[in-house]
Nanobody
């Protein structure tokens, strides 16, 4: 099993910045993709940003140019730098990682961290 632990959420004012971290531990062989998803009240969970092991990234259109995803493979950690945040960014943010275990690609989730954008 792989365990993902997020940190860095909290309350931030509109236009401010926040940095989320997610560290993976446990039975790690070689984590492939990592990413951040979010879920606002009454809405479906959506992809915010993803990053491959090689560093290729993709972003949701609503955060492109404001958020930056990065990872440290040596530390099995993924980060999300959130700049110029907006009230619409308020949600629970979940870390995601996948790993090939034998012939099965297993998907893992963190417990989530609350981000609230409000003045």
């Amino acid at each position: 099993q792989v365990r993902l632990v997020e940190s860095g959420g909290g309350l931030v004012q509109p236009g401010g910045s926040l940095r989320l971290s997610c560290a993976a531990s446990g039975r790690i062989f070689s984590i492939n993709g990592m990413g951040w998803y979010r879920q606002a009240p009454g809405k479906q969970r959506e992809l915010v940003a993803g990053i491959t092991r090689g560093g290729s990234t993709n972003y949701a259109g609503s955060v492109k140019g404001r958020f930056t995803i990065s990872r440290d493979n040596a530390k099995n950690t993924v980060y999300l730098q959130m700049d110029r945040v907006e009230p619409e960014d308020t949600a629970v943010y979940y870390c995601n990682a996948n790993q090939l275990e034998g012939v099965v690609l297993r998907n893992y989730w963190g417990q989530g961290t609350q981000v609230t954008v409000s003045s």
